[in-house]
């Protein structure tokens, strides 16, 4: 259960240990960045759903991304091929994205000479019970270079690049959909 702002949300255990478990790292060092976010937004699962899942226009909206192409694509799953950057770092790489339309999106770098690993998750689960446009979403992000330089690097403009990268999302769908129903909530994990 938790309490943002004077309501009660409710979030089945089953879906918590979902999102703790999701995926594993086997690679545990202090190269290793790792973020988890939950946020109660003014959206439906679908409308965020359909923004996260939309990875060919991510180089419209989201910083640092330059370029996102799709190599092939399945009802559950595609491959894409990103290239990011922010000065003074540029990585191409393939990602395996596997969706459940509308409940997540898991994205995990399959190749790139950056990255010894790069995942994102995405877990959306209905938000307020007397408001169908609303919906929270647990992120997740654990990354880790390669090099110990570009890992330093990162250690600098980590929180900035997270948050600039969850509020792109928020901000698409605003600017597909609409004002939200409600104004964003973060809340504690």
């Known amino acids: 259960m938790y309490v ?51 990875v060919e226009n991510y180089r419209n909206f989201l910083p640092f991304c330059k370029k996102s192409t799709i190599i092939s694509k399945d009802r559950d799953c595609l491959r894409a091929s990103l290239v990011i950057g922010f000065p003074p770092l540029t990585e191409s790489y393939t990602s395996r994205v596997t969706m459940n339309r509308p409940h997540f999106v898991k994205a995990e770098c399959t190749d790139g000479k950056l990255f010894n690993h790069l995942n ?27 090099s110990i330089i570009h890992s330093q690097l990162s250690n600098l403009v980590f929180n900035e690049i997270v948050r600039q990268m969850e509020n792109a999302f928020i901000n698409e769908a605003e600017r597909r959909f609409g004002r939200p129903s409600i104004k964003t909530v973060r809340l504690e994990r």
């Not at 003014?42 to 923004?51: A, H, L, Q, T």
């Not at 019970?129 to 992000?141: A, E, G, R, V, Y």
């Open 120 to 146: 994102t998750l995405w877990i959306f689960t209905p938000g307020l019970k007397n408001d169908p446009q609303t919906c929270i979403i647990d992120f997740s992000l654990s990354f880790e270079f390669k």
């Open 4 to 54: 943002a702002k004077n309501l009660i949300l409710h979030v089945p255990e089953a879906k918590r240990r979902l999102f703790r478990n999701f995926f594993t790292t086997s690679i545990r060092n202090n190269r290793t960045k790792e973020y988890e976010g939950r946020k109660l937004v003014g959206f439906s699962m679908d409308k965020i759903f359909e923004v996260v899942a939309d």
